[in-house]
C-alpha cells in the first residue's frame, strides 16, 4: 500500500495543472493516467486560452512556450450573411486578449513541469477504480507494470474526463444531472496551410455554421456544422473546401486551401453534474460539465475549476479548515452555469436551426443585428470571451 496527500485521476489539463499548483503549495500528489504520455501529449483538443489561463501559466512557470509561439489575439470576428463585424477583445475588456495555444502543448508544457519537479505521473495506468469516498483516507486502485497498487490519499480529484471512472463512483440518487444535446455537430480539419486570417472568424451562413481558426502560421484549423451522424466519408475533402468557401465568403477575403491532416466529427451537448463533490472526491473539468465548443470554454473552466480546488486545499492543509474545501462545488458551480449561459448564446446564435419556425428566425436575425449595432452588446461578448476573473493559489 502506497499513500499520498491528494491523489489525481487523469493526466489531462486539470490533473496535471491542479498537481503543478499543489506541488508550488508544498502539498504532495500522485496523477494516475489510463493513457501513455505519447497519447496525451498528442490528443489535439481546444486551441484558445483565456487571459486568466494565460495569466496563471506564466505566473507558476510553465507560460515560456505559451509565450514563445501562441498566438495573442486582440479580436474575433462574428459574420452573419458574409458581413463581418469584429469584437475589439483589448478595447472592450481593459486590455484583456485571448492566445492560440493548443491544448495538447499545454499539457507538453505540463508533464515536463511535473516531471523536472520530481512529481509523480503514472502513465498507463490499467485496472483504475476509486473507493472509500466518504471516508478520510479514500483509495485508487490500479495496475501498472504487472503490478497491483492501493494508493491512500487525504483527498481524491476526479480529473478525468466526461467518460471517466471517478464520476460514476459517486452513489446512485446525490448527482443531478442537467444536459441538452444540439440537433447538430462540428467537423474539425487540421489543414497544412498559413491561415487566411489573423484573427479567428466565426460566420453564420444560410447552409450551416463554419468557423476558420489557427495553430501556428503554418496551420489552420476549420470547422463546419454538419448533421453528427454523418459519416466522416461522406465529408471528402473537396467537399470540405468546398462548403468552407462558401459558408466563409467575405467581400474583398480569400480562404487559402491545402493538405488535410485531421478530421473529426464532433457532437455537440451541454452538461453539468450537482454537486461537483462528494465526501472526499471532488470533480473537475469534463468530468463535472461539459460545454459546447462555440464559446471556447472547456479547457478554460477545467483549469478555472482545480484554481479553486488548489486554492480550498491549501486553505485546508495550512489552516485546518474545511470551509472553502466544503463550498467548492458551489463556487465552481457559479462560473460553469455562466460559461453555460454564454456558450449556449454563441452556439444558438451563429449555427442554422432546422426547426423551420419562422418565429425562431426572425428572433436569430434580430440578436445578430443587435450585435452589429450596439456597443454594449460587443462588449458583453468580449468580456464574457477572453474569460471571468480566476482564482490564484
Known sequence: MRSTQVGIVGAGPAGLMLSHLLHRAGIES???????????????????????????????????????????????????HG???????????????????????????????RLEAGGE???????????????????????????????????LAGCD????????????GVLRVYERSYPFGWLGILADVAPSTDELIYSFHERGFAMHSLRSPQLSRLYLQVDPRDA???????????????????????????????????????????????GRLYLAGDAAHIVPPTGAKGLNLAIADVSIL???????????????????????????????????????????????????HKLQHAQQEYIRTSQAMRQTIAENYVGLEMSRV
Not at 495506468?125 to 466518504?134: F, K, L, M, P, S
Open 232 to 278: 466522416l466519408a461522406s465529408w471528402p475533402d473537396e467537399r470540405v473546401w468546398a462548403e468552407l468557401q462558401v459558408r466563409l465568403q467575405s467581400p474583398g477575403w480569400s480562404l487559402a486551401e491545402g493538405p488535410v491532416l485531421e478530421k473529426l466529427i464532433t457532437p455537440m451537448r451541454g452538461f453539468v453534474v450537482e454537486p461537483m463533490q462528494f
Open 310 to 360: 488548489a486554492a480550498a486545499l491549501t486553505s485546508w492543509y495550512a489552516t485546518g479548515s474545511t470551509a472553502a474545501l466544503n463550498s467548492y462545488s458551489a463556487t465552481c458551480l457559479g462560473r460553469v452555469w455562466r460559461v453555460q449561459e454564454f456558450s449556449a448564446m454563441m452556439t444558438n446564435l451563429m449555427h442554422r436551426h432546422d426547426d423551420h419556425d419562422p418565429f425562431v
Open 30 to 80: 500522485v496523477i494516475v493516467e489510463q493513457r501513455d504520455r505519447a497519447y496525451i501529449e498528442a490528443r489535439v483538443r481546444a486551441g484558445v486560452l483565456e487571459q486568466g489561463t494565460v495569466d496563471l501559466m506564466k505566473e507558476t512557470g510553465v507560460g515560456d512556450r505559451m509565450l514563445r509561439d501562441g498566438l495573442v489575439h486582440h479580436g474575433v470576428n462574428l459574420q452573419f
Open 83 to 113: 458581413v463581418r463585424t469584429r469584437i475589439a477583445l483589448s478595447e472592450l475588456t481593459g486590455g484583456k486578449a485571448i492566445t492560440v495555444y493548443g491544448q495538447q502543448e499545454v499539457v507538453k508544457d505540463l508533464v515536463a513541469a
Open 121 to 155: 505521473v503514472v502513465f498507463g495506468a490499467t485496472e483504475v477504480r476509486v473507493g472509500d469516498i466518504e471516508t478520510d483516507r479514500p483509495v485508487i486502485h490500479y495496475a501498472h507494470d504487472g503490478e497491483l497498487v492501493e494508493l491512500r490519499c487525504d483527498v
Open 161 to 172: 474526463g466526461f467518460h471517466g471512472i471517478c464520476r460514476s463512483a459517486i452513489p446512485d
